[in-house]
Protein backbone atom coordinates (compact mmCIF):
# COMPACT_ATOMS: atom_id res chain seq x y z
CA UNK A 1 0.00 0.00 0.00
CA UNK A 2 2.69 2.55 -0.91
CA UNK A 3 1.52 6.23 -1.26
CA UNK A 4 4.43 6.93 -3.81
CA UNK A 5 6.32 4.42 -5.22
CA UNK A 6 9.96 5.11 -7.30
CA UNK A 7 11.89 2.89 -8.91
CA UNK A 8 14.20 1.29 -8.78
CA UNK A 9 15.97 2.04 -5.50
CA UNK A 10 19.24 1.98 -7.05
CA UNK A 11 20.24 2.57 -10.11
CA UNK A 12 24.02 2.24 -11.24
CA UNK A 13 25.34 2.92 -14.62
CA UNK A 14 28.04 4.39 -16.81
CA UNK A 15 28.68 7.83 -18.71
CA UNK A 16 26.70 8.08 -21.08
CA UNK A 17 24.33 6.06 -20.70
CA UNK A 18 20.38 6.86 -20.84
CA UNK A 19 17.90 6.00 -18.27
CA UNK A 20 14.95 6.06 -16.38
CA UNK A 21 13.54 6.54 -13.21
CA UNK A 22 9.61 6.03 -12.64
CA UNK A 23 7.13 7.26 -9.68
CA UNK A 24 3.77 6.34 -9.23
CA UNK A 25 1.22 7.76 -6.39
CA UNK A 26 -1.67 6.17 -5.24
CA UNK A 27 -2.87 9.18 -3.65
CA UNK A 28 -5.06 11.06 -5.71
CA UNK A 29 -2.86 14.25 -5.21
CA UNK A 30 -3.06 15.89 -8.20
CA UNK A 31 0.72 17.73 -8.59
CA UNK A 32 3.87 15.58 -8.81
CA UNK A 33 7.00 16.59 -7.75
CA UNK A 34 11.04 15.44 -8.51
CA UNK A 35 13.74 16.75 -6.04
CA UNK A 36 17.15 15.92 -6.74
CA UNK A 37 19.25 15.29 -3.40
CA UNK A 38 22.82 16.10 -3.83
CA UNK A 39 25.66 14.15 -1.11
CA UNK A 40 25.06 17.29 1.41
CA UNK A 41 21.65 16.48 1.61
CA UNK A 42 20.08 19.58 0.24
CA UNK A 43 16.62 19.30 -1.70
CA UNK A 44 16.94 20.75 -4.94
CA UNK A 45 13.25 21.22 -6.94
CA UNK A 46 13.34 19.43 -10.82
CA UNK A 47 10.45 19.67 -12.21
CA UNK A 48 6.83 19.70 -11.35
CA UNK A 49 3.33 19.03 -13.00
CA UNK A 50 0.42 19.56 -12.43
CA UNK A 51 -2.64 17.21 -13.48
CA UNK A 52 -0.01 16.50 -16.50
CA UNK A 53 0.69 19.64 -16.69
CA UNK A 54 4.48 20.92 -16.55
CA UNK A 55 4.77 23.82 -14.22
CA UNK A 56 7.70 23.87 -12.49
CA UNK A 57 11.02 23.46 -14.40
CA UNK A 58 13.52 24.73 -12.80
CA UNK A 59 17.44 25.14 -14.38
CA UNK A 60 18.10 21.45 -15.15
CA UNK A 61 20.40 20.09 -18.15
CA UNK A 62 17.89 19.35 -20.99
CA UNK A 63 19.20 16.30 -20.56
CA UNK A 64 16.61 15.54 -17.89
CA UNK A 65 13.08 15.55 -18.99
CA UNK A 66 10.36 14.24 -17.34
CA UNK A 67 7.03 12.87 -18.63
CA UNK A 68 3.70 12.52 -17.35
CA UNK A 69 1.44 10.39 -18.86
CA UNK A 70 -1.43 10.64 -16.33
CA UNK A 71 -1.75 12.89 -12.78
CA UNK A 72 -0.81 9.51 -10.92
CA UNK A 73 2.59 8.74 -12.96
CA UNK A 74 5.64 11.28 -13.26
CA UNK A 75 9.04 9.64 -14.90
CA UNK A 76 12.12 11.05 -14.93
CA UNK A 77 14.44 10.55 -17.83
CA UNK A 78 17.88 11.27 -18.53
CA UNK A 79 19.95 11.00 -21.17
CA UNK A 80 24.16 11.10 -21.42
CA UNK A 81 24.20 10.75 -17.57
CA UNK A 82 27.52 12.60 -16.39
CA UNK A 83 28.89 11.51 -13.19
CA UNK A 84 27.59 15.09 -11.72
CA UNK A 85 24.22 13.39 -12.03
CA UNK A 86 24.87 11.30 -9.26
CA UNK A 87 22.33 11.66 -6.44
CA UNK A 88 19.51 10.35 -5.09
CA UNK A 89 16.31 11.67 -6.71
CA UNK A 90 13.03 11.57 -4.49
CA UNK A 91 9.69 12.21 -5.91
CA UNK A 92 6.78 13.76 -4.18
CA UNK A 93 3.38 14.52 -4.62
CA UNK A 94 0.54 17.06 -2.97
CA UNK A 95 -2.59 17.94 -3.15
CA UNK A 96 -2.34 21.84 -2.50
CA UNK A 97 -5.78 22.60 -3.29
CA UNK A 98 -6.94 20.97 0.47
CA UNK A 99 -4.52 23.12 2.23
CA UNK A 100 -2.48 20.51 3.92
CA UNK A 101 0.95 21.51 1.69
CA UNK A 102 2.12 18.53 2.68
CA UNK A 103 4.54 16.42 0.30
CA UNK A 104 4.20 12.58 0.93
CA UNK A 105 7.59 11.65 -0.48
CA UNK A 106 8.44 8.34 -2.16
CA UNK A 107 11.91 6.25 -0.74
CA UNK A 108 14.48 7.51 -3.65
CA UNK A 109 16.30 6.39 -6.19
CA UNK A 110 20.17 6.17 -5.16
CA UNK A 111 21.62 6.69 -8.58
CA UNK A 112 25.46 6.62 -9.14
CA UNK A 113 26.95 7.19 -12.50
CA UNK A 114 30.55 5.60 -12.51
CA UNK B 1 16.90 34.86 -4.69
CA UNK B 2 14.62 32.88 -2.54
CA UNK B 3 16.55 31.18 0.18
CA UNK B 4 15.87 28.86 3.37
CA UNK B 5 19.12 28.95 6.15
CA UNK B 6 18.93 26.39 9.13
CA UNK B 7 20.98 26.50 12.17
CA UNK B 8 22.95 24.70 13.83
CA UNK B 9 23.92 22.45 10.94
CA UNK B 10 24.80 19.72 13.26
CA UNK B 11 23.90 18.90 16.57
CA UNK B 12 25.07 16.39 19.34
CA UNK B 13 22.99 16.20 22.54
CA UNK B 14 22.60 13.50 25.55
CA UNK B 15 18.65 11.75 26.03
CA UNK B 16 16.83 13.94 27.78
CA UNK B 17 18.19 16.71 26.69
CA UNK B 18 15.71 19.76 24.60
CA UNK B 19 16.40 20.94 21.62
CA UNK B 20 15.87 23.77 19.68
CA UNK B 21 16.01 23.87 15.78
CA UNK B 22 16.12 26.83 13.80
CA UNK B 23 15.05 27.78 10.30
CA UNK B 24 14.85 31.46 8.63
CA UNK B 25 13.33 32.35 5.27
CA UNK B 26 13.85 35.03 2.51
CA UNK B 27 11.36 34.16 -0.09
CA UNK B 28 9.07 36.48 -1.87
CA UNK B 29 5.20 35.47 -1.70
CA UNK B 30 5.67 33.64 1.93
CA UNK B 31 2.80 30.90 2.06
CA UNK B 32 3.90 28.61 4.58
CA UNK B 33 6.45 26.95 6.36
CA UNK B 34 6.66 23.37 6.35
CA UNK B 35 8.95 20.81 8.58
CA UNK B 36 10.16 17.75 7.93
CA UNK B 37 12.02 14.79 9.42
CA UNK B 38 14.48 12.43 7.20
CA UNK B 39 15.99 9.13 8.52
CA UNK B 40 17.64 6.92 6.14
CA UNK B 41 15.01 7.33 3.11
CA UNK B 42 12.56 9.73 2.57
CA UNK B 43 11.65 12.74 4.17
CA UNK B 44 8.46 12.64 6.48
CA UNK B 45 6.18 15.58 7.49
CA UNK B 46 6.18 16.93 10.47
CA UNK B 47 4.31 20.58 10.54
CA UNK B 48 3.07 22.90 8.35
CA UNK B 49 2.90 26.41 9.70
CA UNK B 50 0.80 29.42 7.70
CA UNK B 51 0.31 31.89 11.01
CA UNK B 52 2.62 33.64 13.28
CA UNK B 53 2.41 32.89 16.99
CA UNK B 54 0.75 29.75 16.67
CA UNK B 55 2.53 26.77 18.09
CA UNK B 56 1.88 23.18 16.92
CA UNK B 57 2.71 20.16 18.56
CA UNK B 58 3.07 16.93 18.47
CA UNK B 59 4.07 14.41 21.18
CA UNK B 60 7.70 15.80 22.40
CA UNK B 61 7.70 17.87 19.17
CA UNK B 62 6.58 21.35 18.87
CA UNK B 63 6.83 24.15 16.51
CA UNK B 64 6.38 28.20 16.19
CA UNK B 65 6.43 30.52 13.04
CA UNK B 66 7.51 34.02 13.42
CA UNK B 67 6.58 36.01 10.47
CA UNK B 68 8.32 39.20 11.91
CA UNK B 69 11.68 37.74 12.39
CA UNK B 70 10.93 35.04 9.06
CA UNK B 71 11.85 32.67 11.40
CA UNK B 72 10.77 28.80 12.62
CA UNK B 73 12.15 27.04 15.52
CA UNK B 74 11.43 23.34 16.14
CA UNK B 75 11.70 22.33 19.86
CA UNK B 76 12.16 18.80 20.36
CA UNK B 77 12.02 18.23 24.46
CA UNK B 78 13.30 14.33 26.07
CA UNK B 79 15.27 13.67 23.50
CA UNK B 80 15.43 9.81 22.43
CA UNK B 81 17.89 8.20 20.21
CA UNK B 82 15.48 7.73 18.09
CA UNK B 83 15.04 11.68 17.41
CA UNK B 84 18.19 11.22 15.91
CA UNK B 85 17.64 12.17 11.81
CA UNK B 86 18.18 15.15 9.94
CA UNK B 87 15.33 17.57 9.68
CA UNK B 88 14.50 19.96 7.03
CA UNK B 89 11.99 22.94 6.90
CA UNK B 90 10.59 24.46 3.54
CA UNK B 91 9.10 27.28 2.89
CA UNK B 92 6.59 27.33 0.32
CA UNK B 93 5.52 30.40 -2.22
CA UNK B 94 2.38 31.59 -2.43
CA UNK B 95 0.41 31.03 -6.24
CA UNK B 96 3.23 28.87 -6.59
CA UNK B 97 3.94 24.70 -5.98
CA UNK B 98 7.39 25.68 -5.58
CA UNK B 99 9.45 24.91 -2.00
CA UNK B 100 12.63 26.48 -1.12
CA UNK B 101 14.36 23.63 1.35
CA UNK B 102 17.00 24.33 3.46
CA UNK B 103 20.30 22.71 4.03
CA UNK B 104 18.88 20.68 7.03
CA UNK B 105 20.10 20.08 10.82
CA UNK B 106 22.12 17.00 11.41
CA UNK B 107 20.73 15.69 15.11
CA UNK B 108 22.51 13.34 16.70
CA UNK B 109 21.32 11.83 20.05
CA UNK B 110 23.74 9.88 21.90
CA UNK B 111 22.37 6.87 24.92
Known amino acids: DTAVSQTPKYLVTQMGNDKSIKCEQNLGHDTMYWYKQDSKKFLKIMFS???????INETVPNRFSPKSPDKAHLNLHINSLELGDSAVYFC?????????????FGSGTRLTVV | EDKVVQSPLSLVVHEGDTVTLNCSYE??????LLWYKQEKKAPTFLFML????IEKKSGRLSSILDKKELSSILNITATQTGDSAIYLCAARLSGTYKYIFGTGTRLKVLA
Open chain 1, 49 to 55: YNNKELI
Open chain 2, 27 to 32: VTNFRS
Open chain 2, 50 to 53: TSSG
Open chain 1, 92 to 104: ASSFPGTGTDGYT
